[in-house]
């Protein structure tokens, strides 16, 4: 069968099953099997599918993953959230909209502990949710402020995505991902806070301060605790002390002794806790085993070389194929998007 006919078959499989709600991992796994049956035995098939499942999560770095979740949904039910947020708020205090500022730094600041996009929003928009309602702020100002700034906790380190990426890429440096992901993470978050003052400026937003029931000593004071888990696990992941998978567990204790030295957690809230992890770690590691499979049947039908073989064709500027790239990035990151809401 030609290359192009499999590679049709392949990602018209993939698109019709996400736009009928097919869950993206069962999507990716079935529309890999249909491809693979136009050059495969059934028996080859299955035998082969379930080996590169399997070998696609045996990983000691990807135990980093559900470490880094469950220490992000520690902090999201520790009391750290609302420590971050009071810590933001002195330094866009006196900004128009501050309250959204206040969201985006706290994004910014939250996702660069936790190393999840959802946890942050989840922790801030409960947060500040609230607090911009009492303050007149339009709903949806406020959560667009929340979502958009919500990803850059998977670029600020650490995160679970340079982790997986390092596995899938074949090794790659965890530590030299992280240090490259300071720089597009802190300009993703400024950009939003550039664009939410625009906002604010046209909606006539004023500036809601800081919290004035604690002084400013004391609200940083609340804040080092938390912010030293950054310096402690990037220092020690980057400095060669542990590794990103020892880092990882590092956070998890250390975000545990900080929730129960505040008293936030209790022993039925932390079984909850331990079960979201398990189940968004469960989502996580299928889709990774999943896409091993789907990679092996691209590579195995000559369709990534078929991909570039006919970028290449359309022209041989750099920068025009970096566009095109991140033009079908953004084109397939919006239906992966649609298809996580699925899992």
């Not at 079960?275 to 889709?287: M, Y």
Request: charged share 10%.
């Amino acid at each position: 069968m030609s290359i192009t006919l499999t590679t049709v078959i392949l990602f018209a499989v993939f698109g019709v099953l996400l736009f009928l709600g097919v869950p993206i991992s069962i999507s990716i796994v079935v529309s890999s099997i249909v491809t693979a049956m136009s050059t495969l035995s059934w028996d080859q098939i299955t035998f082969i599918t379930m080996q590169k499942m399997n070998s696609g999560v045996e990983s000691f770095s990807l135990l980093a993953v559900p470490l880094f979740i469950l220490a992000g949904n520690i902090m999201n039910n520790g009391g750290i959230a609302k420590r971050l947020v009071n810590f933001a708020q002195l330094f866009v205090g006196k900004i128009p909209g501050s309250m959204a500022q206040a969201n985006i730094l706290g994004n910014m600041l939250f996702g660069a502990l936790s190393g999840s996009s959802v946890a942050a929003a989840s922790a801030m928009g409960g947060c500040i949710s609230p607090i911009e309602e009492e303050n007149g702020y339009d709903p949806a100002y406020s959560a667009a402020a929340n979502i958009a700034s919500a990803p850059t906790g998977l670029l600020i380190p650490p995160t679970s995505a340079f982790i997986v990426y390092s596995t899938v890429a074949g090794g790659v440096s965890i530590s030299t991902l992280f240090m490259a992901g300071y720089i597009p993470g802190i300009l993703m978050g400024l950009c939003c806070m550039l664009v939410a003052f625009i906002g604010a400026k046209k909606a006539g937003m004023k500036a809601t301060g800081y919290d004035k029931s604690k002084s400013i000593g004391k609200t940083i004071w609340d804040a080092v605790p938390s912010l030293l888990l950054i310096v402690i696990v990037i220092g020690g992941i980057v400095s060669g002390i542990f590794t990103a998978t020892e880092g990882a567990g590092i956070a998890v204790l250390y975000c545990l002794i900080l929730s129960i030295v505040y008293k936030s957690i209790t022993f039925k809230s932390f079984l909850k806790i331990l079960l979201d992890s398990a189940k968004t770690s469960g989502i996580i590691l299928f889709l990774i085993s999943a896409s091993s499979a789907m990679s092996f049947v691209m590579a195995y039908s000559g369709i990534p070389a078929a991909i570039s073989n006919g970028l290449m064709s359309l022209t041989e500027n750099k920068y025009i194929i970096f566009l095109l790239m991140n033009i079908i990035l953004l084109v397939i990151g919006m239906f992966m998007e649609i298809g996580r809401a699925h899992v």
